[in-house]
């Protein structure tokens, strides 16, 4: 129930009974071998696994040629090549790894019986998943989403209503993705006896943080399998984006035994590190409770809920993962910030470098390694110290940025230079 | 069966008692600190407590009140930056007026964040007798349950959901009263009513004499007697709020005689 002093269960008595027959349900189907079949041929024939892991190379040395530009103290024989592969969860069906869990507790809440299931949406990405999987097994839904948000993303929504779900807009609060999470879980306290709650991300009361993380391992799995088949050996680094969590926890977690590949999170900046101007959790919040678990968050010395800003609003959230929570308190994993500025330079680079337009959310792990390549403790650890010339990284390419084009282009500053 | 041995300093218990021996029920209506100020809240209270109000229930502001729905949520949200320590010098100003119980509704994160143990000694020196923590269910309370054992009861919750364990095991913990959850759902006024709580209500009975209160969606005194046939007690939060709402926006001199003649009438409802 717990990640050391991270999770447990903190919500209303209502939702007790369902969420030990949730775990209960979970645990009974999770290694029964029909389950795993199901789950494993539908996320090969309709998600489209194994997603890729694909050699960015132009992106690669993109990287390298600033750093030899910027520098003219570098020697001549300066040959530090970084090797950025991107999992490309972008190629699965809808768009993004949000799929890997809708798919995987929708077949749960089939085999419990549920006949409607509930959720909460930021970007829109979980709610298109959430549709998607409802339409494929015949479940009605409904989906929670920040007014905010739904002015931010047309497109999702629009989705969402061609798959049938029936979209709620949240006015209360910040009118984004922790409201909408409020929502849901009202909404489900309301309806418990044939609703099946589909959390997002791995956050919120225990088992969600385990089964959905447990559902995003997937991507860390076919990583590890990947890289060791092209390269021999497993990747220094794995650079993922943090909102909830559940993209970085799926690709970080097959590695966390192995103590040689460094795990790096990366949280939104925002316009700058001001209360309300940005959503970097774990490197600016302090411990408490949101959505029934214990996690780091943003809150006020009052112990109330802070609001939160991202250009992206998948990351747009003022709380996190418990499980992060524990690895950034045991160090076994770091985590980064970059700004909404940065973000937005790293959507363009890496649309242009490579051809794939990456979600917002991605797109702060893009520029993340951008500035850690370019970074003076990367060369001297890498290129001085460990003489490892070619280090390999992998970033989680969590999404692609279909969603977001309309809203760059809006803000009108991609074209500009 | 045997019951499970309830302990005998609850200022909460007592006050049960003694109502129940008179065979009265006992009202506890529930406010927002600071909605739509700290002053009003006061005067308010002791108002409510001088015209049937038993038990005063108020609420700390929070800003994701989950247990909740609009019309307390909104409350909360009008009352804005209220602080801790203006609700504790609030109580305080209470307890001067008056000798009945006062619990406070507080969801734990902001409990949490100013410290579990100088919450409880704080609230507690200032009078406070019970806490109600909505968001903090069983297997989360070990530890605020013994710092607040002999200063303050930890109201414990039962819902439609709960099943016969989970009953036993809030009957061998419950102090002050046992916060019966009428339905599956949120707080917030209902038109019809449909008590999904009264087997629980029922059951419970068997294992403990710690009396029940039954709230959420008791909007009116029909409802209140309805409630009152099931329990020792009945709480009534959004139809209180949503007259405070729509109280006059003068800030001074408010006038309260619809909400008071709605708690008398709800008190004169109760079998």
Redo the contacts between chains.
């Keep these: 129930m717990y990640f050391g002093e991270f999770g447990g269960r903190y919500v209303p008595e209502t939702l007790i009974a369902p969420l030990n027959e949730l775990e209960e349900a979970y645990n009974s189907l999770k290694d029964e071998p029909d389950f795993k079949k199901e789950l494993n041929e539908v996320l090969q024939n309709y998600v489209g696994r194994p997603t890729a892991l694909y050699y960015a190379k132009r992106f690669s040395e993109a990287l390298t040629k600033d750093i030899k530009e910027m520098d003219n103290n570098i020697d001549s024989d300066f040959d530090i090549n970084p090797k950025v592969y991107l999992k490309r969860e972008d190629l699965s069906h809808t768009g993004a790894h949000k799929i890997n869990n809708t798919v995987g507790q929708g077949i749960l809440a089939k085999k419990m019986g549920k006949k409607k299931i509930v959720a909460e949406t930021g970007a829109g990405q979980h709610g298109v998943a959430t549709a998607t999987v409802a339409a494929r097994l015949g479940l009605e839904c409904t989906v929670f989403m920040g007014e905010e948000d739904i002015s931010r993303q047309g497109l999702n929504v629009f989705r969402m209503k061609l798959l049938g779900a029936n979209v709620e807009p949240v006015k209360t609060g910040s009118k984004t993705l922790k409201d909408a999470t409020n929502e849901a879980i009202r909404y489900w306290v309301s309806n418990v006896s044939d609703t099946y709650y589909l959390l997002g991300s791995a956050v919120g009361p225990h088992p969600y943080p385990t089964i959905v993380r447990d559902f995003q391992k997937v991507i860390g799995h076919e990583t590890k399998t990947q890289i060791n088949d092209v390269e021999g050996r497993n990747p220094d680094y794995i650079v993922a984006c943090v909102g909830g969590g559940s993209n970085a926890i799926g690709i970080m977690h097959p590695f966390i035994d192995d103590d040689e590949v460094e795990l790096i999170g990366v949280e939104a900046g925002g316009e700058k590190i001001e209360r309300g101007c940005h959503a970097a959790v774990l490197n600016y919040g302090t411990a408490g409770v949101l959505h029934g678990s214990k996690s780091y968050l943003l809150q006020d010395r009052e112990g109330q809920i802070e609001p939160v800003h991202s250009i992206s609003a998948g990351l747009d959230y003022p709380g996190v993962g418990p499980e992060h929570s524990y690895l950034k308190d045991i160090n076994r994993a770091k985590y980064g910030v970059v700004d909404d500025k940065e973000a937005l330079d790293a959507f363009k680079l890496l649309s242009s470098t490579e051809g794939i337009i990456p979600a917002l959310e991605s797109a702060h792990a893009i520029a993340y390694t951008k500035k850690m390549v370019q970074s003076k403790e990367f060369l001297d650890e890498n290129l001085y110290n460990k003489k490892n010339k070619e280090p390999l990284i992998v970033i989680n390419l969590s999404g692609r940025g279909d969603k977001d084009v309309e809203q760059v282009s809006d803000m009108g500053v991609l074209l500009d230079g | 069966m045997d019951k499970y041995i309830e302990y005998d300093n609850s200022v909460i218990e007592k006050y049960f008692a003694t109502k129940n021996k008179n065979n009265e029920k006992v009202l506890i209506p529930f406010i927002m600190a600071g909605d739509p100020d700290l002053s009003t809240t006061e005067k308010l209270a002791l108002e409510i407590l001088d015209n049937g109000g038993d038990i005063l229930e108020i609420g700390l502001p ?3 009140p ?2 909740d ?2 019309v307390i ?1 909104q409350s909360a949200e009008r009352a804005g930056n209220v ?2 320590a203006q609700v504790l010098e609030l109580i305080k100003k209470i307890r001067a007026k008056t000798d009945k119980p006062l619990v406070l509704l507080a969801y ?7 410290g579990t143990e100088k919450f409880i000694n704080d609230f507690c020196e200032a009078g406070l007798n019970g806490l109600v923590i ?4 069983f ?2 309370r070990d530890g605020l349950e013994k710092q607040a054992k002999d200063k303050l009861d930890l109201i414990s ?7 016969e364990n ?1 009953l036993k095991e809030v009957a061998k913990r419950a102090k002050g009263f046992i916060y019966c ?1 009428s ?4 707080t917030g006024v209902r038109e019809g009513f449909d008590y999904q709580v009264r087997e629980a209500v029922e059951k419970i009975k068997n294992y403990t004499d710690v009396p029940l209160a039954i709230g959420f969606g008791i909007s009116n005194p029909d409802q209140a007697k309805k409630a009152s046939e099931l329990a020792d007690g009945v709480i009534v939060g959004s139809a209180i709020i949503k007259k405070i709402e729509s109280l006059p926006k003068k800030p001074d001199n408010k006038d309260f005689t619809e909400i008071i003649n709605f708690i008398k009438d709800l008190k004169a409802s109760l079998v």
Excluded: C, H, M, W
């Design positions: 929070y800003s994701d989950l247990a729905g609009p949520q602080k801790i734990f994160n902001p409990i949490y964040n100013y909505p968001d903090l269910a297997e989360e919750f039962i819902a439609p959901t709960s099943d989970r959850v339905v599956a759902g949120v």
